[in-house]
């Protein structure tokens, strides 16, 4: 177990201390390994360092791509931008200089774009709808109005038989208690 441990931590560093001690055979071999492997930490932490910096320079030019890439849409947004507010105060020049031109002095009608082929097709399929749903509800209506003039005529047709009864020498109709009784009910 303690040798896996040492094979896996110092194996390598180990093993080319030894190599080098062993060419250059120093006064003091001890020393020689003790500095060398305190070098050794010292030049992997470095690596380790490099590494990292090496990392985040990357990102930074991901980063940094990107944000040219932004950079480049938003000045292309920011010219249609302008080239489309150009183009409407051209067209507001225009129209005004059609105003001051025009002998009756009354506003030129500006000319509506003409819609597309799709517009027109969605256009022309949504008042068909439109005029199907207008004659079901028409169709509603007036059967509601057919059934409402029955109810009239039946209410009319049960007040004419006490009309009947009522005597027409009186001018002013007030209702007999006995019909009151029965309006009541």
């Known amino acids: 177990m303690d040798t896996t441990y040492l094979k896996q931590s110092l194996g390598d560093c180990l093993s080319k201390c030894l190599a080098e001690v062993s060419e250059k055979r120093p006064r003091d071999p001890i020393e020689y390994i ?68 025009s002998p009756t002095k009354l506003p030129v009608v500006i000319e ?36 409402q003039p029955s109810e009239e005529t039946k209410e009319e ?4 038989p006490a009309e009947e009864t009522k005597p027409e020498e009186t001018t002013e109709e007030q209702p007999k208690p006995e019909e009151q009784q029965e309006d009541a009910s």
Not at 43 to 55: L, P, T
Not at 68 to 90: C, F, G, N, T, V
Not at 129 to 144: C, D, F, T, V, Y
Not at 157 to 160: D, F, H, I, R
């Open 157 to 160: 047709s049960e007040e004419k």
């Open 112 to 147: 509506a774009q003409e819609p597309s082929d799709e517009a027109k097709t969605e256009q022309s399929q949504e008042p068909a709808e439109s005029k199907e749903n207008k004659e079901a509800e028409g169709q509603e209506k007036e059967g509601e109005e057919q059934q």
């Open 34 to 101: 003790a500095q060398w492997l305190m070098k050794h930490v010292e030049n992997q932490n470095f690596i380790a360092q490099k590494k990292a910096e090496a990392d985040e320079l990357e990102k930074q030019k991901v980063n940094f791509e990107k944000e040219e890439r932004l950079r480049e849409k938003r000045k292309a947004e920011a010219k249609q931008i302008a080239e489309r507010e150009a183009e409407k105060r051209r067209q507001e020049e225009e129209r005004a200089k059609k105003e001051t031109t």
